[in-house]
């Protein structure tokens, strides 16, 4: 079980809230013991928070599924009518299905039982194909689909890691059923094709994992921070009742204690301004904590996913087609540890050093990094005015957008190729257009 215990301060002379322990589930990642009541309202919550995701991803299935209808074409010319019936007669029909099926008051109870059902036939559906393509083509590639079908399910439908486990392993069974008796694959292929696909299929549950695991703390953090919340609220009522009984007391007191009551009551106002002030402080340092938490935590997710795509890609050949998707999951992962890096920053309340930087320099440097890894193909011309002097900015962020810029162009000529220009001009801007 994962465990970390929160222990409640007081506030304001309120009783402190008591410890708590975080337990779950190894395998279903339900919340046990003290925090099962919270089962319930977190399922409320997730179905919230993955209605509208699952509603574009049922959208990009369907563009997804239906693009490839032109590679059928391509590589199959004799079977493209009975693929493109799969596609288009069987497996859309099931998609625009599901989608109606989302408004539907019954979907919040079967949504996850939902979305591995449509997992597991959009997978048997290039599961037939695969079958057809084998006897009819001895085309063995349309496995690379199933890939696709697994980054779906575990990543974009937002699939619980239970719901999805099942339905990815349902799909294994049913490709080593129709690889094995139904298509007659040769031995070498089948031991390919199965390292490829039962390891994007790990992969999958790997990330499935920690995205349920990561949401359900992000849940638990939200409730504590009622919780917290809600013992603010009381203290100030709290605080409020004293005040007002003690100025009645004061009120009612002798009047020749009315100099020593005009003290008194200056006091309490300064003193109600500094609990005030106090109050402010340790409700941002309780935001920066639970930040800076959520960040680690975060991190603790993405340094094991960025590790597997490493070592995959390091035992991948480089004619591999799963290649390109871990690199994207390794990039999407990288992206994420930035994100945390600047969670930290705010939860530090660290700001950023602002220096003199000469843009050519931090240009050159991006091309010089990006030249190592650019694909044949793709030529690189800058162009830098001499005009052009320094900017007061920080160069790690300057770095990183034009690292951005320059990746994002490359993706869209990695296969046509092209040329990738830059240019550097000095500008001069009025004072409005600077606020802007």
């Given at each position: 079980m994962n465990e970390f215990k929160r222990a409640g301060n007081s506030i304001l002379g309120l009783p402190s809230v008591p410890q708590e322990t975080w337990t779950l589930n190894k395998i279903t990642l339900k919340f046990t013991g003290n925090l099962s009541r919270y089962e319930n309202d977190y399922l409320d919550d997730y179905f919230q928070r993955t209605l509208n995701p699952f509603r574009f991803s049922l959208v990009l299935s369907l563009l997804f599924y239906g693009a490839f209808a032109f590679l059928d074409a391509i590589t199959v010319p004799t079977l493209k009518e009975v693929f493109w019936f799969i596609r288009f007669g069987m497996i859309f029909p099931a998609l625009i299905a599901v989608f109606g099926f989302t408004y539907s008051r019954y979907f919040k109870k079967l949504m996850q039982v939902t979305i591995a059902g449509i997992m597991f036939i959009t997978g048997l559906g290039i599961i037939i194909m695969i079958v057809y393509a084998a006897r009819f083509a001895n085309d063995y590639s349309y496995y690379a689909g199933l890939?696709?079908?697994?980054?779906?399910?575990?990543?974009?439908?937002?699939?619980?890691?239970?719901?999805?486990?099942?339905?990815?392993?349902?799909?294994?069974?049913?490709?080593?059923?129709?690889?094995?008796?139904?298509?007659?694959?040769?031995?070498?292929?089948?031991?390919?094709?199965?390292?490829?696909?039962?390891?994007?299929?790990?992969?999958?549950?790997?990330?499935?994992?920690?995205?349920?695991?990561?949401?359900?703390?992000?849940?638990?953090?939200?409730?504590?921070?009622?919780?917290?919340?809600?013992?603010?609220?009381?203290?100030?009522?709290?605080?409020?009742?004293?005040?007002?009984?003690?100025?009645?007391?004061?009120?009612?007191?002798?009047?020749?204690?009315?100099?020593?009551?005009?003290?008194?009551?200056?006091?309490?106002?300064?003193?109600?301004?500094?609990?005030?002030?106090?109050?402010?402080?340790?409700?941002?340092?309780?935001?920066?904590?639970?930040?800076?938490?959520?960040?680690?935590?975060?991190?603790?997710?993405?340094?094991?996913?960025?590790?597997?795509?490493?070592?995959?890609?390091?035992?991948?050949?480089?004619?591999?087609?799963?290649?390109?998707?871990?690199?994207?999951?390794?990039?999407?992962?990288?992206?994420?540890?930035?994100l945390v890096q600047k969670i930290l920053t705010f939860s530090r309340e660290v700001d950023f050093e602002k220096k003199p930087i000469k843009m050519n320099s931090v240009i050159n440097e991006v091309l010089n990094m990006l030249m190592a890894s650019l694909p044949d193909g793709i030529e690189v011309k800058f162009k830098a005015s001499s005009a052009a002097g320094t900017v007061l900015a920080d160069a790690t962020h300057l770095h990183q957008i034009i690292m951005n810029l320059c990746t994002n162009a490359v993706h869209a000529m990695k296969d046509q190729g092209g040329i990738l220009e830059l240019s550097l001009s000095a500008k001069a801007i009025t004072a409005k257009e600077a606020k802007e």
């Open positions: 890939i696709l079908i697994f980054i779906f399910g575990y990543t974009f439908v937002r699939a619980r890691f239970v719901y999805a486990s099942i339905a990815g392993w349902s799909i294994v069974i049913a490709y080593e059923i129709s690889a094995i008796w139904l298509s007659d694959t040769p031995f070498p292929v089948l031991v390919s094709n199965n390292y490829f696909f039962i390891s994007a299929n790990i992969i999958g549950m790997f990330i499935s994992y920690f995205l349920e695991l990561s949401s359900r703390k992000d849940f638990y953090m939200r409730k504590l921070l009622e919780m917290e919340q809600e013992k603010v609220k009381e203290a100030n009522n709290a605080l409020e009742n004293r005040v007002k009984e003690r100025t009645t007391q004061l009120t009612n007191s002798n009047l020749e204690l009315i100099n020593e009551i005009e003290i008194r009551k200056k006091y309490e106002k300064e003193r109600a301004e500094l609990e005030k002030q106090l109050f402010q402080l340790q409700k941002m340092e309780t935001i920066g904590t639970l930040a800076g938490g959520i960040a680690h935590d975060f991190n603790n997710i993405l340094t094991p996913i960025l590790g597997y795509t490493d070592m995959a890609l390091e035992e991948l050949p480089p004619e591999s087609t799963l290649k390109f998707d871990l690199e994207q999951i390794n990039t999407s992962a990288l992206r994420g540890k930035d």
